[in-house]
């Protein structure tokens, strides 16, 4: 139940700004025309494997839109606020684990993000661009499953991001360090197998496939649900760090002013 209410007023908080990421909206679809030019322009006399022109146009369609369920998060889970303004420690004496509370509210932040991000885009380059769309509902179902997996990988990533804020006051940077990251290791901007043999093991050996690579692979119908296995084990992993975080939290809270 809690789970629902801290959900729900997320998303609704949001829904007082949806004219205001209406530009938000803009800015990525334009952004998405872009990569997809790009790739068109390299693709016109080339095979691109077994992607082709229209399966790399996918490719680059379905991840743009997948960026505001996988990427675009809240940086830090709002931690960094919390230990600027001394809030951490209240919201560390609640009788609700800290990760499971700002969890929760990050889940109406993605609920609302896929209905009024996600879907204008992707319906946008569904009607404009040779868009492929699985045949099936078991693909679509495990499409949505690869894209639950990526943001809940990003929710941890986030939550211990934030979680440095109480050692450093300052954990921004390492939210840009990431993006840096997941942008070239998670095969958003290119396919993973395109990549350098070095950064493709790298990434490989990495949680970035499971943000974007997998996801799309399995909505273009390269993959299917035992990619997924690497995705669940990450997650228990992150979910186990994310809770040891909080145990480290609670013995040592320094805010900012005493």
Same mark, same amino acid.
Request: net charge positive; glycine share 6%.
């Given at each position: 139940?809690?789970?629902?209410?801290?959900?729900?007023?997320?998303?609704?908080?949001?829904?007082?700004?949806?004219?205001?990421?209406?530009?938000?909206?803009?800015?990525?679809?334009?952004?998405?025309?872009?990569?997809?030019?790009?790739?068109?322009?390299?693709?016109?006399?080339?095979?691109?494997?077994?992607?082709?022109?229209?399966?790399?146009?996918?490719?680059?369609?379905?991840?743009?839109?997948?960026?505001?369920?996988?990427?675009?998060?809240?940086?830090?889970?709002?931690?960094?606020?919390?230990?600027?303004?001394?809030?951490?420690?209240?919201?560390?004496?609640?009788?609700?684990?800290?990760?499971?509370?700002?969890?929760?509210?990050?889940?109406?932040?993605?609920?609302?993000?896929?209905?009024?991000?996600?879907?204008?885009?992707?319906?946008?380059?569904?009607?404009?661009?040779?868009?492929?769309?699985?045949?099936?509902?078991?693909?679509?179902?495990?499409?949505?499953?690869?894209?639950?997996?990526?943001?809940?990988?990003?929710?941890?990533?986030?939550?211990?991001?934030?979680?440095?804020?109480?050692?450093?006051?300052?954990?921004?940077?390492?939210?840009? =360090?990431?993006?840096?990251?997941?942008?070239?290791?998670?095969?958003?901007?290119?396919?993973?197998?395109?990549?350098?043999?070095?950064?493709?093991?790298?990434?490989?050996?990495?949680?970035?496939?499971?943000?974007?690579?997998?996801?799309?692979?399995?909505?273009?119908?390269?993959?299917?649900?035992?990619?997924?296995?690497?995705?669940?084990?990450?997650?228990?992993?992150?979910?186990?760090?994310?809770?040891?975080?909080?145990?480290?939290?609670?013995?040592? =809270?320094?805010?900012?002013?005493?």
């Amino acid at each position: 139940m809690l789970f629902l209410v801290l959900a729900r007023k997320t998303y609704a908080r949001n829904l007082q700004y949806r004219s205001a990421h209406l530009v938000h909206n803009i800015a990525s679809a334009l952004f998405g025309f872009i990569y997809v030019s790009i790739w068109m322009g390299i693709g016109e006399n080339r095979p691109l494997g077994e992607y082709g022109l229209t399966g790399i146009v996918s490719y680059v369609a379905f991840n743009q839109a997948s960026l505001w369920v996988a990427a675009f998060l809240t940086n830090g889970l709002g931690m960094e606020q919390s230990v600027r303004t001394g809030q951490i420690a209240l919201d560390l004496m609640r009788p609700v684990h800290l990760f499971y509370h700002l969890m929760c509210k990050e889940w109406g932040q993605i609920a609302y993000q896929f209905v009024y991000k996600f879907l204008p885009i992707y319906a946008l380059y569904f009607f404009v661009l040779p868009l492929h769309v699985p045949s099936s509902w078991q693909t679509f179902f495990w499409t949505a499953a690869a894209l639950s997996l990526a943001a809940y990988i990003t929710i941890c990533l986030n939550y211990l991001i934030g979680a440095l804020a109480l050692w450093t006051t300052e954990s921004r940077w390492l939210y840009w =360090v990431n993006y840096a990251f997941s942008m070239l290791l998670s095969g958003f901007l290119i396919p993973i197998e395109w990549l350098p043999k070095t950064l493709a093991d790298i990434s490989r050996s990495s949680f970035y496939p499971y943000l974007h690579y997998i996801p799309t692979r399995i909505y273009l119908g390269m993959e299917d649900r035992s990619a997924l296995i690497g995705a669940v084990c990450w997650c228990a992993a992150f979910t186990f760090l994310c809770l040891a975080a909080t145990g480290f939290m609670r013995r040592k =809270v320094e805010v900012q002013g005493g």
